[in-house]
């Protein structure tokens, strides 16, 4: 099996494993979708194999542990439309709301690092 298939295989069963479609922890709520693209863009820049499966499932256990998944999106919005060039990137990069989603996101993903990592 290739280690993209490897991959897929992994993620697939991560999501039948869940079951609901939604992974519980603490107080916060993950959909699968959301976990497993995670899992995958993590597994992507780390490594594909069953060391990184490990850690970076660790590692949005321990991220959705810490934020609540209403944070967690809106800390992926500012940070996906900051990428956007010019004054229209300038208000997700540079306002108060972005920047504290922002610096919430940076503390849980630090946190999963040393804890998974």
Do not use: W
Not at 52 to 65: E, T
Not at 72 to 97: D, H, I, N, Q, W
Request: hydrophobic share 45%; charged share 20%; aromatic share 8%.
């Amino acid at each position: 099996m290739s280690a993209r298939n490897f991959v897929r295989a992994s993620i697939v069963a991560a999501a039948v494993a869940a079951g609901s479609g939604a992974v519980a922890m603490g107080s916060a709520e993950y959909p699968t979708a959301t976990v497993a693209e995670y899992v995958y863009g993590c597994m992507k820049a780390n490594g594909e194999n069953r060391e990184m499966l490990d850690r970076c499932s660790c590692s949005i256990d321990v991220i959705a542990s810490i934020i609540p998944y209403e944070h967690y999106v809106t800390a992926e919005t500012f940070k996906g439309m900051g990428l956007v060039a010019g004054e229209k990137g300038a208000l997700f990069r540079e306002t108060a709301p972005a920047k504290a989603a922002m610096t919430e996101l940076r503390r849980a993903q630090a946190e999963a690092d040393i804890r998974c990592f």
